[in-house]
């Protein structure tokens, strides 16, 4: 089992640009997460999704969007970078309880 | 005021020495989560509990509901247990979403 896979683990970004920070898992997890990690702060929920089809906003979400046509993916995407998302992506799947996490993207936007 | 603390920050600590984080809330929650992030590293799950106490190895998580208040332990401390220990709590309101709030996390440097 993979887990939660995260792709990629880094990337630096001009200012303006877009991208999508890809994730996938293969655990049949409905619930899953996208989390930002910023130094001397908690980690913060950008979006969730409770199933296919499914999302919703969490705490961070301007300067994002999502999808989630499968199970397995839900990709983030930046439409227009600027340096307040310089940022560790993390993406999470849970099932009951549990939570797995994806080993984060390293975002940095110049 | 963060709805989840932990304390202290930073911990240095020497090879072999037991050691404790703590983590308090002040929500309602159904469940506590303590995870491990090493330096540039992926977070991993350690503990999740509702109540009591859990062991695993060397460490041990304990939670005392009524005062909304958790501990992580490591007994017989190790260089290899650097890292970040971060405390997370799913809400007991928190619906079908099952979203956590997160602490800030420990930083724990095991000297050799």
């Known amino acids: 089992n993979a887990g939660v896979t995260q792709t990629p683990k880094f990337r630096i970004l001009k200012i303006g640009q877009s991208m999508t920070l890809q994730c996938t898992q293969d655990?049949?997890?409905?619930?899953m997460y996208w989390y930002r990690q910023d130094p001397g702060m908690g980690l913060k929920l950008i979006y969730y999704?409770?199933?296919?089809?499914i999302t919703d906003k969490g705490e961070v979400p301007n300067g994002y969007n999502v999808s989630r046509s499968t199970t397995e993916d839900f990709p983030l995407r930046l439409e227009l970078a600027a340096p307040s998302q310089t940022s560790v992506y993390f993406c999470?799947?849970?099932w009951g309880y549990g939570y797995t996490f994806g080993s984060g993207t390293r975002l940095t936007v110049v | 005021k963060n709805e989840v603390e932990q304390s202290p920050q930073n911990l240095t600590a020497q090879e072999g020495e037991f050691i404790t984080i703590n983590c308090s809330y002040s929500?309602?929650?159904?469940?506590l989560h303590w995870l491990q992030q090493h330096p540039g590293g992926g977070i991993v799950s350690l503990f999740m509990?509702?109540?009591g106490k859990k062991k695993h190895g060397r460490l041990i998580a304990t939670i005392n509901i009524q005062e909304k208040h958790s501990s992580l332990h490591i007994t017989a401390s190790h260089p290899r247990d650097s890292a970040v220990y971060i405390c997370?709590?799913?809400?007991?309101?928190?619906?079908?979403?099952?979203?956590?709030?997160f602490g800030t996390g420990t930083l724990l440097a095991v000297q050799p």
């Open positions: 655990m049949n997890h409905n619930y």
């Open positions: 999470a799947s849970s």
């Open positions: 509990l509702s109540s």
């Open positions: 997370a709590v799913r809400l007991n309101y928190g619906g079908a979403t099952n979203k956590l709030i």
């Open positions: 999704s409770v199933g296919a089809g």
């Open positions: 929500v309602g929650i159904s469940a």
